[in-house]
């Protein structure tokens, strides 16, 4: 099943429905309104039939934290799938999840060696070969499909990054990975959107990313169920800017299996249904591989197998200026 969330107006305003989306018939099912109408069916009362509904299918997040009912409820809910269905070209679609924490890592052989050699001019640390380590990003910016991305006024360097989102189903601890694998809910597309100039003057920090992640992360179009996916190893995936084709990729030589991605994420802190860890950039899955960025008005789309398409616009304009820090003076003695 493939699930996601859009925008509609209710008679308090704009209000998120969870759906679960039927690209090959060309629609969404309103989930909670068409398993309102199976509880209808099975004899209960419009009030009682509302009241489950809401509770089951007002939230993605808490619905998956239901655990086995959730999927059970939704197939149920399939029945009036007829009575419930919108166009899926006339829906306005919001990320398709919320996660309560985005963790993003680092585990394609290809695309760290593009990286670091391509950009930082500098061999991979042996750090990144030894633990598959991850930043966490803000839940604050997060969009989805078809959703305009903001083009920030202190970057020349929007880039983009083609990876697979692992949303967590189940709750775990110190996990193993023999048995991580077991409470992924799904995989989605993750966008780990990149401002690289501003990257470059963040790194030494030493912090991890701040303003060249935070400012945009993608989430979408929708979330593709584990059972409609047997396996992720192969997965082919696409990158098109303006409907030309910038980059061919594929799920394959990870130095960190998805199995051992999630299984670390979980360690001392654990993982939430709902959680989101990014694989990592697919090898020429982001534009500093290829020496190319986005431009104001540019349309992104990210394609991965078994999932569908995420699409972007860039901003026809940069964001106005805001505040900016001056650098202070430094103390030391440089070498």
């Known amino acids: 099943m493939k699930l996601g969330r859009i925008i509609v107006e209710g008679p308090d305003g ?3 429905r969870v759906v679960a989306a039927q ?4 629609r969404v099912i309103d989930l909670r309104r068409a398993y309102a109408l199976t509880l209808q069916s099975g004899g209960a009362t419009v009030e009682g039939a509302r009241h ?4 089951a299918f007002g939230d993605l997040t808490q619905g998956i934290a239901t655990g086995d009912f959730f999927l059970e409820a939704a197939h149920a809910a399939l029945a009036h799938a007829d009575d419930a269905a919108l166009a899926i070209d006339e829906v306005t679609w919001t990320a398709a999840i919320k996660p309560p924490v985005i963790r993003d890592s680092l585990t394609f052989n290809g695309h760290i060696k593009n990286f670091f050699g391509n950009v930082m001019k500098a061999t991979p640390p042996r750090a990144v070969y030894e633990r598959p380590g991850y930043f966490k990003g803000t839940t604050s910016t997060i969009y989805g499909h078809d959703e ?3 083009y920030p006024s202190f970057t020349e360097q929007l ?3 083609l990876e697979i989102g692992y949303v967590v ?3 775990g601890r110190n996990l193993t990975p023999e048995n991580a694998w077991e409470h992924v809910f799904g995989i989605t597309i993750f966008n780990d959107w990149s401002l690289r100039d501003v990257q470059k003057l963040e790194s030494p920090i030493g912090m991890g990313a701040q303003h060249s992640k935070d400012f945009a992360y993608g989430i979408g179009p929708w979330i593709t169920t584990l059972d409609e996916i047997p396996s992720i190893i192969g997965l082919a995936g696409q ?8 980059s061919d990729t594929k799920v394959e030589d990870f130095i960190w299996t998805p199995e051992e991605t999630v299984a670390y994420a979980s360690e001392l802190n654990g993982i939430q249904p709902g959680d ?5 950039t697919m090898a020429f899955g982001a534009g500093v591989e290829l020496g190319r960025f986005l431009q104001p008005g540019d349309e992104l789309e990210l394609e991965l197998e078994g999932v569908g398409i995420l699409r972007n616009r860039i901003a026809t304009e940069k964001e106005s200026p805001g505040w900016w820090p001056a650098p202070q003076p430094f103390p030391f003695e440089e070498n």
């Open 14 to 16: 704009a209000e998120t």
């Open 23 to 26: 690209p090959e018939a060309g």
């Open 52 to 55: 489950l509904a809401q509770a």
């Open 148 to 150: 305009t991305i903001p």
């Open 159 to 161: 880039d983009y990054e």
């Open 169 to 171: 189903g189940k709750p």
């Open 239 to 246: 990158v098109r800017v303006n409907g030309e084709v910038w």
């Open 276 to 280: 989101l860890i990014g694989s990592g």
